[in-house]
């Protein structure tokens, strides 16, 4: 897998409905065709993959997303999505000799554009699968070149139109992403809740000038405007005691961005993070101090709007103590935790009883090419969610 | 002129070799053409027209660029270029009914890249003719795409294999983007001196990771420390009395430039001009202060080169007196004064002599779509570059 768009510092490169993202669907969409899976693609892309021994019977659905941040990780999505993959196939073989078959089916999916580099809000797949986001909404929303979800899905042949499977549970695997578990010599972590996030999409709007001739106190520079949200949104996290917030601008975009033009606008994506909502309230307070005062400093207008938010939702507590036994029993050490991440079990486990787990990541290195996790790990991490989808396949872990 | 490459709000974009810029080259080889001009392009796409009524004397060159910023002003260049090839046509007709033929030949020309937008640096075609610059190092110069610029000019069949003319003297009329003229009711500006610029090319190096998951202590976030220099080159300003030092970035791009990962690298473009060199010197002092402590406090890596630099070389004072005579004898009202951007005559002064004419900008509002002078005082202009040309056909104005 992490051949299809590999980078040469051993990463992958694999933005949603790109040519290496088509190519892993591609792939999973053979191995599951062969492996005897009925295949379906709904309208947002998202590609799943039944085992139905149960006629009419509800799925439990096991996965993750095979698409990647530009050069990140070969881990991140793509070892759920595998993970799930060989657990069901190993659930069909598993039961292929049993007298009776479960009561609830299995299922696999790739969820598409989990990363959200290229098209916003990232999860999308599974927002619009969960109801949470308009599907229409989702296939106009263009990327940067103004190609559309609708055309690029349309574009490399995943624009479905099947039908979605009705769900009983869902579990997913993924790497940390931290360094909890590796610190702490732990193999699985059981994630109980999520950190709540809340991401804005700000513009900073100034006048376009020349560097050179325009006086200084005539520029309304609006990169000045930017560069001031900046730093003031990455001291916040200061404010609070170490751990408490995460505050970051990943994405900062300048026009006209030519080396002798003040700029005219900057528009950037800001991300705040905690697991206390109190701590996320007064956040915006103080972002709001920091945007009044960057109106008066540099002269220009700033506007925000709310791109993605997500509160502190705990996932099922059944589902945890399911996936806690079968560690157990596993004999693997393991954890509670919370993830700062935001994953597709997110969204999931708002509609479903939703089982989360996850294994170490080296240093916590995560959304970069050196993301690492070993094979042990991986392999174990299989056999896990294989005893946890066996579980829930017989209707464990449901309220 | 400015119907080629037209924006919505009334100005023009045509960067260096795009569609639009070669759409003027086509239009003012045809013009030149049309008006018995011998046409030649160099090998940096420099478009000279020449007019020789004395074969084998050296040229009087007139001209400015055709090349806007990204959403620039008509006027920009244009107007200097326009004004050239006017002034040509009216002093062929002049001379024509002569007893004898000045002792110069006279010519016009559209210099390649002065923008420095899309290709770097600026003022390119004239640093290639004064040598100032490799030609083959500005040819191989890529823009963001990867297009080089001897790629770019071959696509558009400007990559010329002509021979340049000898020159004796060299006058550029520009509209002034400041408002001095305005302010003072002027219609001339002569041109005695340029204030001195410095140009850095700067990258911050980073780690790339999750906005979410990663720690804020183990953070190496290349945009917050790309943020925290433009806030410090902004406000590095202040330090000095108001007018004495201009400073910006005007330029940055952040990788990967996604919402959700922290930026491993950023890369800007560093701007400061004064008139006063001990005031660069101190700025740049600072500027190497501001670095070290952004490499602390953000944990990043900071490495700068010069993109370009000029000094403060005044204009030949006997073009200063030419062009004052001359605007005396229309009874203009004029002043010397100061060119606080780069031009092409910045190059050119340097190599011959050379004289430069400012025309007023309203509000000096410049490297904008709503940059404007009015019809009579670009009319003025003409007539104040054509009484220029007389006289520097007839050898006055050389040292």
């Not at 797949?125 to 909404?137: C, H, I, Q």
């Not at 005691?241 to 961005?257: D, F, I, K, R």
């Not at 996320?280 to 400093?297: C, G, I, K, P, S």
Request: net charge negative.
């Amino acid at each position: 897998m992490s051949a299809i768009g590999a980078t040469e510092s051993g990463g992958v490169h694999r933005e949603a409905a790109d040519p290496a993202d088509a190519a892993t669907k591609q792939w999973l969409r053979e191995w599951l065709q062969q492996g005897g899976f009925e295949v379906r693609v709904d309208r947002i892309g998202n590609l799943f993959g039944l085992l139905t021994w149960t006629p009419g019977a509800p799925y439990v659905l096991l996965g993750s997303h095979l698409d990647s941040q530009p050069a990140g990780g070969r881990f991140d999505g793509a070892y759920g999505v595998l993970a799930a993959a060989h657990t069901a196939a190993r659930l069909r073989d598993r039961f292929r000799g049993a007298d009776a078959p479960p009561p609830l089916n299995i299922a696999v999916v790739n969820w598409f554009n989990e990363e959200g580099s290229r098209f916003q809000p990232s999860m999308m797949g599974s927002a619009v699968f969960t109801g949470k986001l308009d599907p229409d909404t989702a296939l106009d929303t263009c990327d940067a070149g103004g190609t559309s979800v609708r055309a690029a899905l349309t574009d490399i042949g995943f624009a479905g139109t099947d039908e979605c499977p009705e769900l009983a549970s869902y579990a997913e695997i993924h790497v940390e992403q931290g360094s909890f578990l590796e610190q702490e010599g732990r193999t699985i972590g059981l994630v109980e809740s999520n950190w709540a996030a809340r991401k804005y999409r700000v513009s900073v709007h100034g006048e376009q000038s020349h560097t050179g001739s325009t006086p200084m106190t005539q520029r309304r520079d609006a990169l000045y405007g930017a560069a001031k949200i900046v730093t003031a949104v990455r001291e916040l996290a200061d404010e609070f005691a170490e751990g408490v917030l995460h505050t970051s601008v990943g994405q900062l975009t300048v026009l006209p961005n030519s080396p002798v033009v003040v700029a005219r606008e900057a528009q950037l994506h800001l991300d705040l993070r905690s697991a206390d909502l109190d701590v996320l309230r007064t956040a915006d307070t103080r972002l709001h101090e920091v945007f009044a005062q960057v109106r008066e400093r540099a002269g220009v207008a700033v506007s925000l709007g709310t791109a993605h938010a997500w509160d502190i939702e705990p996932y099922q507590p059944a589902g945890v103590r399911l996936a806690e036994a079968a560690v157990e029993e596993l004999g693997l050490p393991h954890r509670r935790m919370l993830t700062l991440a935001g994953h597709d079990s997110t969204n999931m486990k708002d509609v479903v009883p939703t089982v989360m787990l996850f294994v170490p990541s080296a240093g916590g290195v995560a959304h970069n090419e050196f993301e690492h996790t070993d094979d042990a790990d991986m392999l174990a991490g299989v056999d896990v969610l294989t005893d946890v989808a066996d579980r829930l396949c017989h209707g464990e872990g449901q309220p």
